[in-house]
């Protein structure tokens, strides 16, 4: 049975990317940082398959002892802080856990199959994933971004992660390990933390029509994202690492929408119009924007056969759809 071990386990993609190994038979190995980690008990309980081992992204001892101990097949690095308004508030931490976790894990990898004596794999045979990102691309340098469009990004986060894709490639280059980057554009679900603009909306929408919140502030109205459906894009994390070689790809649908627009789907949903209640105030604006994102998939779609399959329309309806039940249930459970 293949082995996979996941950071990042807690968050919208561990969960996803999780259910779709489990399906295909893996075991699966979630790392879980501190003792006390309020997420723990959620895990045990919504993935009661998936293993937990203690490590941190921070401490470089314990991510060899993980690999020692659980000898994965494919290592899917999601751990990140990966709030990019965050990031401004915590740009070290951003650049510590974001940036050079990427190069601990890398590391752990590549020393944990050198150590003498040790029943490891080579370091050839342990796969390893880095979640990175569009927002690598930032101020975009052409329209839409591909593999080999420059990054220039517009946030500590963004820095971090353009650190933690090439020194992704770096590792690749320099020790042989067999080690993906897949620049993933932003991908939603019902497990979107509420921090992230189209989670907020949708909550905002459910709440509203439920009628315990009267308005929705948001900041900036007019960027564009190309958002995709989680779901699909853990798809194609699982399919690069099947690849004879490694190599970097960019998951995106190819379609940009404006955050106004994602508004105006999830109040049409709730038979509300979004004018009436969501407004614009600077506390939510960022010191640096980006602006435009769109991707260009063909790379994918051609050597992975990968594409999404969920649409923009669809995934807020199904997001407004699940944040309506949560609200009524917890409703329910206050009165
Ligand atoms: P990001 O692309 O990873 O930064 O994902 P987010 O969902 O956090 O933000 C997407 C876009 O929505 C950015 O351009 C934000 O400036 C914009 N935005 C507008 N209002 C809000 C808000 O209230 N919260 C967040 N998170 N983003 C907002």
Redesign the pocket.
Same mark, same amino acid.
């Given at each position: 049975m293949p082995r996979a071990l996941i950071t990042g386990i807690t968050g919208q993609d561990g969960h996803y990317l999780s259910e779709h190994l489990l399906k295909q038979g893996y075991e699966v190995y979630g790392l879980i940082r501190g003792q006390a980690n309020p997420k723990r008990p959620i895990l045990e309980r919504t993935l009661p398959d998936v293993h937990i081992v203690d490590g941190d992204l921070l401490d470089q001892a314990s991510l060899m002892n993980v690999i020692q101990k659980v000898q994965p097949d494919e290592v899917y690095n999601l751990a990140a802080i990966s709030?990019?308004?965050l990031s401004w508030n915590q740009p070290e931490l951003t650049g510590e856990i974001t940036g050079l976790g990427a190069l601990r894990v890398l590391e752990a990898i590549r020393l944990t199959a050198g150590a003498s004596g040790s029943r490891s794999k080579s370091a050839a045979g342990i796969k390893f994933y880095q979640a990175s990102s569009s927002?690598m691309f930032g101020k975009v340098r052409e329209t839409p971004q591909n593999e080999n469009t420059p990054f220039h990004p517009r946030s500590p986060y963004g820095v971090a992660k353009a650190y933690a894709h090439y020194i992704t490639v770096n590792y690749r280059e320099s020790y042989n390990i067999f080690a993906c980057s897949g620049i993933l554009f932003?991908h939603e679900s019902p497990h979107r933390g509420p921090?992230?603009?189209?989670r907020?909306i949708t909550l905002g929408a459910a709440r509203i029509k439920l009628g315990v919140q009267k308005e929705l502030v $948001?900041?900036? $109205?007019e960027?564009r994202?190309d958002w995709g459906y989680a779901g699909d894009y853990v798809r194609a994390m699982h399919m690069m690492m099947q690849l004879p070689e490694p190599d970097d790809f960019v998951i995106g649908t190819g379609e940009t929408h404006q955050?106004k627009e994602c508004a105006q789907v999830a109040f049409e949903r709730v038979g509300l119009n979004w004018e009436d209640y969501v407004r614009s105030d600077a506390q939510?604006?960022?010191p640096a924007?980006?602006d435009l994102l769109i991707a260009d998939p063909a790379k994918a779609n051609a050597k992975l056969g990968w594409k999404p399959e969920v649409s923009f329309k669809q995934l807020i309806e199904m997001m407004v759809d699940s944040d309506l039940a949560v609200e009524a249930r917890a409703q329910a459970a206050s009165a």
């Open positions: 709030f990019v308004m927002e932003n921090e992230f603009v189209t907020k $948001l900041g900036a $109205l960027p994202r955050i939510f604006m960022r924007e980006v």
